[in-house]
């Protein structure tokens, strides 16, 4: 019983800094993300996940945390923030992109599944049959393409006979 009682034991000076800290924390952020940019929590590489896992680490430990200063906090979010900014500066450059990005990968090409691919991103017929699905598709001759982004997000075109896809959309993505 003694352990069930520890849930609840608190001070004011505990409550207190954890209002305080939740405060200049969130603003931190605030302040951080309007002159990093909206890309900052965005997700649209491996990089930019691990910079929203870690700026919401580093909020949790900042508020909760009695060894973590709010200072540390704000300068941990600061270095995360900067990395984010030198990574998005580099990405201009293909070699730091194919470094640091997934790159697409193409699971369909027309009704044809490309298994080898599907196998090495992971995902299963069952998948690709849910996300055609979710995509209205109906016939599998209603497919241009099922793209596996960087995003871990499956985009299916589909085929327009009307109106054929431009090749510069399929431009990165891995045959």
């Known amino acids: 019983m003694k352990a069930w009682s520890n849930l609840f034991d608190t001070t004011t000076n505990s409550l207190l800094l954890i209002f305080l800290t939740s405060i ?3 603003v931190a952020v605030i302040l951080y993300t309007r002159i990093a ?15 929203t896992v870690a ?3 580093m909020i949790a430990t900042t508020i909760l945390s009695k060894s973590v200063s709010l200072l540390e906090g704000g300068v941990g979010l600061i270095m995360v923030y900067g990395l984010q900014l030198i990574a998005a500066t580099f990405r201009r450059y293909k070699w730091f992109r194919q470094f640091i990005d997934n790159q697409p990968t193409l699971l369909m090409d027309g009704e044809i599944l490309l298994h080898d691919n599907m196998k090495a991103v992971r995902v299963t017929e069952g ?12 016939k ?3 497919v241009k393409a099922v793209i596996f ?24 993505v891995k045959r």
């Open 140 to 142: 599998l001759s209603e």
């Open 37 to 51: 940019g909206k890309r900052s929590f965005s997700k649209m590489s491996s990089f930019d996940f691990a910079m």
């Open 149 to 172: 982004e960087t995003t871990g997000n499956l985009v299916v075109v589909h085929k327009d006979h009307n109106c054929p896809v431009d090749d510069w959309i399929l431009k990165d």
């Open 24 to 26: 200049g924390i969130y």
């Open 55 to 57: 700026v919401g680490s």
């Open 127 to 138: 998948d690709l049959r849910s996300k055609l699905r979710e995509s209205n598709v109906a």
